[in-house]
Structure formats: structure tokens, C-alpha cells
């Protein structure tokens, strides 16, 4: 793989993108929970998961960086990455409760608690190690797309080989780049599965 394609797949599969991505494969998936969410309360799903998510976060990184608060709006400075992550994480969590607060069905309010808690998590670990939040995000995905097949067994278990094949690719991507070591990889994959995975069973 090439340093062009992994730039380009690590831009295509960024973290920011991945909530989006996994509301898209909720809400594709044809299984009864997703037929009590009508269009209407569908797509205000996507304008808030797409405010809180991705235009807050990404805002405020880019404020951030003006303000020098940030050297990189890539982050590459491990010590520079824990205030964006933990205001993430503030907004992940808004946007949880806010679909909580109006009883959307637990598939997708988990999903949105589930990435809160990795993205904790992910600002604890990076007192230790500069943890990939890109596999935190496609492991989040994985772990959806993994535990709802289990549960539902039909509609979405022909997303689960693309879901595996994007982790390799994203693991891969960020290796190539040079991003990471193979240890705060592996540990982005865990952070970012184990409580997507959890919650949907829960």
C-alpha cells in the first residue's frame, strides 16, 4: 500500500466520520427496531450525531489550532491530544442524551454511549501511549456491526467481512504512515470494540 492510499483511507475512515458511518448501517439494516424509527426521526438523528460528533469536535480542534492551543490539527503531538479528546467526549456524550432523553431505541443510543466511553477511555490511555484513535473508531464500528449480527442475525451480518476488512485496512493505513506502533494499535482496536460490543449485548 502506498503512502497516497493510506492518506487517503485514513482521511475516508477518519474518527469524525465514524459515528455517521454507523447511524448509515443502523438505519440500512433491516431489522424491527429500525422500522419504529420513522424517516423524520432519522434524519434528525443524522443532524445531531452529525452536529455533536462531527462539526463540534472538528470546531473545536480547529479553534484550537488558532488559538495555539494545538501545534497540528492532526494531533500528532500525544500530549496535545487530551483536551480535544475529552471535549469529544463531552459531546458524544451530549448527543447521547439527547436521543436518550427522547426514547430512541438502545441500538442507537448505545452506539453514541459506547463511543463516549472509548473516547474516555482513549484520554486516560494517552497518559501512557499515543493510542490510535482511528482503530478506537473503526473498532467502535466493528464492534456495532459485530454484536448486532449476533443479536438480529439477519440484516446486518452482510456488513460484518467489509467492517473486518476496513479494520485491517485502517490498522494497516496507520502503520504505513508511520502513526503508530503496533501496540497502540491494538489497543485503539480494544478501546474502541469491547464497549460497543458490551453495550448492544447489555
Not at 138 to 161: C, D, K, N, P
Request: with cysteine; proline share 5%; aromatic share 16%.
Amino acid at each position: 500500500m502506498g503512502k497516497f492510499l493510506a492518506n487517503f483511507i485514513s482521511v475516508v475512515f477518519h474518527p469524525l466520520f465514524i459515528p455517521l458511518y454507523c447511524v448509515w448501517i443502523i438505519f440500512s439494516s433491516p431489522i424491527y427496531i429500525v422500522y419504529q424509527i420513522p424517516p423524520d426521526a432519522q434524519y434528525v438523528t443524522y443532524i445531531i450525531v452529525g452536529i455533536f460528533t462531527l462539526l463540534m469536535p472538528a470546531g473545536s480542534a480547529l479553534v484550537l489550532w488558532k488559538m495555539d492551543g494545538i501545534t497540528d490539527i492532526k494531533m500528532k503531538n500525544q500530549e496535545e491530544r487530551k483536551l480535544p479528546f475529552i471535549m469529544s467526549a463531552i459531546f458524544y456524550g451530549t448527543a447521547y442524551f439527547s436521543l436518550a432523553q427522547v426514547g430512541f431505541p438502545k441500538i442507537v443510543t448505545n452506539a453514541l454511549l459506547g463511543a463516549t466511553i472509548s473516547l474516555v477511555l482513549l484520554f486516560l490511555l494517552n497518559y501512557k501511549q499515543k493510542t490510535s484513535a482511528h482503530m478506537v473508531g473503526i473498532g467502535g464500528l466493528s464492534g456495532i456491526v459485530y454484536a448486532v449480527s449476533e443479536i438480529y442475525i439477519e440484516g446486518v451480518s452482510q456488513f460484518l467481512f467489509p467492517a473486518i476488512l476496513l479494520t485491517g485496512l485502517v490498522a494497516y493505513a496507520r502503520l504505513r504512515l508511520n502513526a503508530h506502533r503496533p501496540v497502540e494499535i491494538y489497543m485503539g482496536l480494544l478501546v474502541g470494540f469491547l464497549p460497543e460490543y458490551l453495550l448492544q449485548w447489555y
